[in-house]
Every structure is written in structure tokens, then in C-alpha cells.
């Protein structure tokens, strides 16, 4: 596991706009992905569509999420990334008490 701790401390060293250049590279690559498998799909290769769509969704939740929490301390620091990014959880922590049935107050 040496090398995924120094590749982490690298990651970690980051600027902010390399940060966020780094995290663009993976997601640029699978959320195409996930739209060319839906095409598969829809072409009625349903088991090669159903395959890509699984490996999109397991390389955006094992890399891109993962590569996500490392670089976020950096992204937080770009003034336009922490407005956006406290929106979006005021957002998902609305919908989620909408859908949990509760209310906040």
C-alpha cells in the first residue's frame, strides 16, 4: 500500500485548479461512458450495455468519489467551488428530510 500513500501525499499537494484539472480527467472519461453504454443498450445489446453501465458506475464510485474526498479540501479553498458547493448541500439535505418525511425545524 506504499504506492497508493504516496500517490495520495502527491495528490494532496495539489493546487486547487490542478485539484480540480485531476478530477476533471476521470469524470470527463466515465459520464460518457455511461451515455455510450445507454446507447448500447438501446441498440439491444442489452448484456454489453448492462456490463458498460455497471464498469461507468464502478469506476465513478471506486475512483472519481474516492479521488473526490482527497482533492476537496483544495476545491473548497476556489471561492466559486465553496458557494457552489454549500448550495448543493443545502439542496441534498433539504430533499433528504423531504424524502425521509421530516421537517427541519
Given at each position: 500500500?506504499?504506492?497508493?500513500?504516496?500517490?495520495?501525499?502527491?495528490?494532496e499537494?495539489l493546487?486547487?485548479?490542478?485539484s480540480?484539472?485531476?478530477?476533471?480527467?476521470?469524470?470527463?472519461?466515465?459520464?460518457?461512458?455511461?451515455l455510450?453504454?445507454l446507447a448500447?443498450?438501446g441498440?439491444?445489446?442489452?448484456?454489453?450495455?448492462?456490463?458498460?453501465?455497471?464498469?461507468?458506475?464502478?469506476?465513478?464510485?471506486?475512483?472519481?468519489?474516492?479521488?473526490?474526498?482527497?482533492?476537496?479540501p483544495?476545491?473548497?479553498?476556489?471561492h466559486w467551488?465553496?458557494?457552489?458547493?454549500a448550495?448543493f448541500v443545502?439542496?441534498?439535505d433539504?430533499?433528504a428530510?423531504?424524502?425521509r418525511?421530516?421537517?427541519?425545524?
Amino acid at each position: 500500500m506504499l504506492g497508493v500513500t504516496s500517490l495520495r501525499q502527491a495528490i494532496e499537494k495539489l493546487g486547487p485548479y490542478q485539484s480540480l484539472t485531476l478530477l476533471a480527467v476521470p469524470v470527463c472519461l466515465v459520464e460518457p461512458l455511461k451515455l455510450i453504454a445507454l446507447a448500447v443498450a438501446g441498440e439491444g445489446h442489452w448484456i454489453s450495455g448492462t456490463a458498460m453501465i455497471i464498469a461507468a458506475y464502478a469506476a465513478s464510485l471506486l475512483i472519481v468519489e474516492r479521488l473526490f474526498a482527497v482533492v476537496k479540501p483544495k476545491l473548497l479553498k476556489l471561492h466559486w467551488f465553496a458557494k457552489l458547493w454549500a448550495r448543493f448541500v443545502v439542496i441534498r439535505d433539504k430533499l433528504a428530510r423531504a424524502f425521509r418525511g421530516t421537517s427541519g425545524s
